[in-house]
């Protein structure tokens, strides 16, 4: 079933300058290999990548955070915008080693995204398995297509 959306254009403008902002951060934000003490690139902000699907009934967000400490993550919502935001932390001290090569992320992320339809704040679910934050947020009641019963016209004899 296909929906009508009205296109706004700086909509497109800022989704255009986040991919750019993306592209930019990856491009310059390489790991420097064989570094002296390979600390430039440890801790940062990055970007937090999502998968975004949806169904009649709700949403589906999916965040690849490998490494993550579900303790070390905070969901909310408000006013219909969901946030993601956390740190990925180092697993062990690096104090007496010399890194030659660190392409692993760690640092802290944040990702906000809005929802085109109200959704159900008080039954969102997450879990986070295998390297993957999945929510599962269901649209309200109010945001569900309504299927309307057509019904042939009566004729009246007389």
């Known amino acids: 079933m296909a929906n009508l959306v009205r296109w706004n254009p700086l909509e497109e403008t800022m989704r255009l300058n986040q991919e750019m902002d993306q592209l930019f951060n990856q ?72 890194i030659h090569l660190q392409e692993r992320l760690y640092g802290h992320f944040v990702r906000s995204l809005t929802f085109p339809a109200p959704v159900q704040d008080d039954q969102i679910q997450a879990s986070y398995e295998n390297g993957v934050l999945t929510l599962h947020v269901p649209k309200s009641e109010q945001a569900k297509p309504k299927r309307i019963t057509v019904r042939p016209q009566q004729v009246i004899e007389g």
Do not use: C
């Open 27 to 98: 491009w310059f934000n390489l790991p420097t290999l064989w570094s002296r003490n390979g600390m430039e690139s440890a801790t940062r902000e990055f970007p937090l990548a999502l998968d975004v699907m949806e169904t009649e009934n709700d949403y589906t967000v999916k965040a690849s955070i490998p490494g993550l400490n579900p303790d070390d993550v905070e969901v909310t919502l408000t006013n219909n915008v969901l946030t993601i935001r956390g740190e990925v932390k180092r697993e062990e001290e690096l104090e007496h080693r010399q």
